[in-house]
């Protein structure tokens, strides 16, 4: 935290401004500050840079919705025209619970022995959405029991 343009001086608070000439608006001189608050300074370049490019890189920008979480997200145009051309659907999770869909963890089924795996939306969906335990079995043994059940009913 520093600006350039600050320089010592025994009027005003001890800081004196090259740019407008006067007192420096901050206690202790901050060129970052100066550059967000007052568009003046040594930084005030880059965040005029900054702040020009992000408004490009929106208008070029489709916001899409989480399916999941329903958090807004930003995709650019260009890579969804990239999931067109592969004839794909747009995506529909967002960074954070795309992360969490590929992180799967496997678990025995307590029927058939084999493993079957959920990923972290599946399990945050039973453990914190429902509040019920993770399934002990896999789906197909899910299914022959739920299957079993409704003929038991009829
Ligand atoms: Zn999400
Ligand atoms: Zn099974």
Same mark, same amino acid.
Do not use: H, V, W
């Given at each position: 935290m520093s600006c350039k343009c600050a320089i &010592?001086?025994?009027q005003y608070h001890g800081w004196e401004c090259t740019v407008s000439g006067g007192e420096c !608006?901050?206690? !202790? &001189?901050? $060129? *970052?500050? %100066?550059a967000e608050k007052y568009c003046e300074g040594p930084d005030a370049k880059i965040?005029?840079?900054?702040? $020009? @490019? !992000?408004s490009k890189v929106s208008s070029n920008d489709v916001i899409l919705v989480c399916k999941v979480c329903s958090t807004e997200f930003v995709i650019s145009q260009e890579l969804l025209d990239k999931f067109a051309a592969k004839k794909l659907s747009a995506p529909t999770h967002c960074p954070a619970c795309l992360e969490k869909k590929h992180n799967i963890k496997y678990?025995? %089924? *307590?029927? %058939?022995? @084999?493993?079957?795996g959920m990923n972290q939306l599946e399990r945050e969906y039973y453990l914190e959405k429902m509040g019920w335990p993770l399934p002990v079995r896999c789906p197909k043994c899910r299914e022959k029991r739920r299957v079993a059940k409704e003929a038991t009913r009829k």
């Open positions: &010592p001086t025994d !608006m901050f206690l !202790m &001189p901050n $060129s *970052k500050a %100066c965040i005029e840079e900054r702040r $020009s @490019g !992000m678990y025995p %089924c *307590k029927d %058939c022995g @084999g493993q079957f």
